[in-house]
């Protein structure tokens, strides 16, 4: 087999290919892998490709590569963020790249931000081969702890925090655990009145029976009327199509309560890559198949 472009014999060895069994997305990387390690959770990697940046992976599983990682960051904030005016404390499960928390430091209202990351490996990848994209992990606002973030949550006082963040990968390994219903009436409880949580909730094509049980779950512990699913578009994720929940407290709703004027000066602002106002809005309407798929949960 010769590759397209330049004709020469296809090597393996210079792809990176994600994969479930049904279909699988292959990402060509630029020579040796510039960071590998087996971590007491999983192997962290970080690759350069050849059009895509600096790549982080775990399990080989594509984490994030500098062209796209704005998309997911950017949704899983400012959305939450235009919704809700009065976030002061945040919790962010997950996140180690750091995208999350660069997106969160951009709004000056937020007064602290505790982050729970259960892999030290990951947060030390991050910070030396994709600066720009953990370039807030050491701001003065933000509590790193490395630790269990399903015990953190488990263990938090009620009414916490305004808004929580889960930014997971699948749902293996580590993460399993936050794709639970014990795990989210935990999230519930933390939650003040009025709190929202945003979620990394799968694609409704890679991974549909994960996305629809989350629903499912999700629905159960805040109610059908606070459980709002909406669609990021992601090149280097497998379908390029992916979603992320909102959930509120019996709080405010993401599009009736969206804060337009605020989101379009920020946005200019801060010359944000993928978000912005028409997007906020158009990223809750569904195709009518992923409608189908949830409708009766």
């Given amino acids: 087999m010769t590759t397209p472009e330049t004709g020469a014999e296809f090597n393996q060895d210079e792809w990176v290919i994600d994969h479930n069994n049904k279909s699988a997305l292959s990402i060509r990387v630029k020579g040796e892998c510039l960071f590998k390690e087996q971590s007491p959770f999983q192997v962290v990697e970080v690759f350069d490709t050849y059009d895509r940046g600096k790549m982080l992976t775990i399990d080989r599983m594509v984490m994030c590569t500098e062209s796209d990682e704005a998309n997911y960051h950017e949704m899983i904030v400012h959305v939450p963020m235009f919704a809700n005016s009065s976030i002061k404390d945040v919790l962010v499960i997950g996140a180690g790249d750091g995208g999350t928390i660069r997106e969160l430091m951009r709004h000056p209202g937020i007064e602290k931000v505790t982050m729970v990351e259960i ?158 106002p028409d997007i906020h809005q158009a990223a809750f309407a569904l195709p009518g198949y992923i409608q189908q798929k949830i409708i009766s949960t």
């Fill in 119 to 276: 892999d030290e490996v990951v947060v030390r990848a991050s910070k030396q081969f994709l600066p720009t994209i953990s370039s807030a992990l050491e701001h003065p606002k933000l509590n790193l702890l490395i630790d269990d973030g399903i015990k953190f949550v488990k263990d938090a006082a009620n009414a916490s925090y305004d808004l929580v963040i889960i930014d997971s990968s699948d749902p293996v390994g580590p993460s399993e655990g936050l794709f639970s219903k014990s795990f989210y009436e935990d999230v519930y409880r933390c939650l003040r009145p009025g709190g929202v949580v945003t979620i990394q909730s799968e694609s409704p094509l890679f991974h549909p029976d994960a996305f629809v049980d989350l629903n499912k779950c999700l629905k159960e512990v805040f109610g059908a009327d606070f459980v709002h699913p909406y669609l990021v578009f992601i090149p280097m994720y497998p379908t390029g199509m992916w979603s992320l929940t909102y959930c509120s407290k019996q709080g405010q709703h993401p599009v009736n309560n969206f804060d337009r004027d605020s989101s379009t000066q920020f946005t200019a602002l801060h010359n944000l890559r993928y978000y912005n």
